[in-house]
Nanobody, 123 residues
Framework: VQLQASGGGLVEAGGSLRLSCAASGGTFSRSAMAWFRQAPGKERVFVASISASGGSTFYADSVKGRFTISRDNAMHTVYLQMNSLKPEDTAVYLC?????????????????WGQGTQVTVSS
């Protein structure tokens, strides 16, 4: 599975962005998908996950209520709608795919990774 993330950019605090991750090859519709992020000098951390069917989602506490993960299996794309952005959301955002049907937060389950897209939130 090849993953290509896009949609990052510079936005003011309180603003919104929508990230997209297009998948090619593999079995997208049978894979859980997730977004992770990595800020400068920090470890990569989990943001959100969605089940293969799209029926279940799971979020990190830091983004719950502000971010929404969704997917379009017909388009082989997963999205991350980010609202009420804060400067601490600044990071490179990466999408990942896991060969399991359910949501999963543990990074070790994710086998395929995209290249990341930069999100910068100014105060």
């Amino acid at each position: 599975v090849q993953l290509q993330a896009s949609g990052g950019g510079l936005v003011e605090a309180g603003g919104s962005l929508r990230l997209s991750c297009a998948a090619s090859g593999g079995t997208f519709s049978r894979s859980a998908m997730a977004w992770f992020r990595q800020a400068p000098g920090k470890e990569r951390v989990f943001v959100a996950s969605i089940s293969a069917s799209g029926g279940s989602t799971f979020y990190a506490d830091s983004v719950k209520g502000r971010f929404t993960i969704s997917r379009d299996n017909a388009m082989h794309t997963v999205y991350l709608q980010m609202n009420s952005l804060k400067p601490e959301d600044t990071a490179v955002y990466l999408c990942a795919a896991a060969p399991v049907p359910h949501t999963v937060a543990a990074e070790s389950h994710y086998v395929y990774w995209g290249q990341g897209t930069q999100v910068t939130v100014s105060s």
